[in-house]
């Protein structure tokens, strides 16, 4: 089983609605999670950043991590074309390693 | 904030030769940098830690002597890909901790595209 699962996608939504990502993993040690979104031929650019368990809102972007199901969530509300992106989960056990997924690829249709 | 620059950002090269990448953290100090290695549709794969003034630490199966990682300032490190062989082209992508800010927040260069003919 790897570290973490993410669904490569790809996704598609029209313009305007919800986009849900998520991410599982399997070790109990990671405490701080990342949601990176990378565009073609790019670096990932970090959106958002939480420690341990709960919700974390910034703009159009809200982070959930629920520890106890090792699960974590990103949506993006409103969703623009300009969101279409690779969108990477990262998490760590505050080590200086991360572990990504494998990204989710995200169409935004206008 | 927190912007991560890296040069070239695409390199053509030939097999045998080497070639050297600088990554640099333009408005912050960082005294730890990563660099990774990505192949077309799959995830960042950290190759080695770097810390300033320190030796490099490689992750399991990258060469060290292959891949030489020089840490000289707070702001610079670079990675020199020695001999280059056609099976190093990949996507390299260097980034930084933000000194002072979340334990394990990185913030990333825009990648380095390396083709080796």
């Known amino acids: 089983q790897k570290e973490v699962e993410q669904d490569p996608g790809p996704l598609s939504v029209p313009e305007g609605a919800i986009v849900s990502l998520n991410c599982t993993y399997s070790?109990?040690?990671?405490?701080?999670f990342m949601w990176y979104r990378q565009y073609s031929r790019k670096g990932p650019e970090l959106l958002m950043y939480?420690?341990?368990?709960g919700n974390k809102e910034d703009g159009r972007f809200t982070a959930q991590v629920d520890k106890s199901s090792k699960y974590i969530s990103l949506f993006i509300r409103d969703s623009q074309p300009s969101d279409s992106a690779t969108y990477l989960c990262a998490m760590s056990a505050g080590n200086n390693r991360l572990a990504f997924g494998k990204g989710n690829q995200v169409v935004v249709i206008p | 904030g927190a912007v991560v620059s890296q040069h070239p950002s695409w390199v053509i090269c030939k097999s045998g030769t080497s070639v050297k990448i600088e990554c640099r953290s333009l408005?912050?100090?960082?005294?730890?940098m990563f660099w990774y290695r990505q192949f077309p549709k799959q995830s960042l794969m950290l190759m080695a830690t770097?810390?300033?003034?320190?030796?490099?630490?490689?992750e399991q199966g990258v060469e060290k002597d292959k891949f030489l990682i020089n840490h000289a300032s707070l702001t610079l490190s670079t990675l020199t890909v020695t001999s280059a062989h056609p099976e190093d082209s990949s996507f390299y992508i260097c980034?930084?901790?933000?000194?002072?800010?979340?334990?394990?927040?990185?913030?990333f260069g825009p990648g380095t595209r390396l083709t080796v003919t």
């Open positions: 939480t420690y341990s368990s």
């Open positions: 408005d912050f100090q960082a005294t730890t």
């Open positions: 980034s930084a901790r933000l000194r002072g800010g979340g334990l394990d927040e990185q913030y």
């Open positions: 770097s810390n300033e003034g320190s030796k490099a630490t490689y």
């Open positions: 070790n109990s040690a990671f405490q701080y």
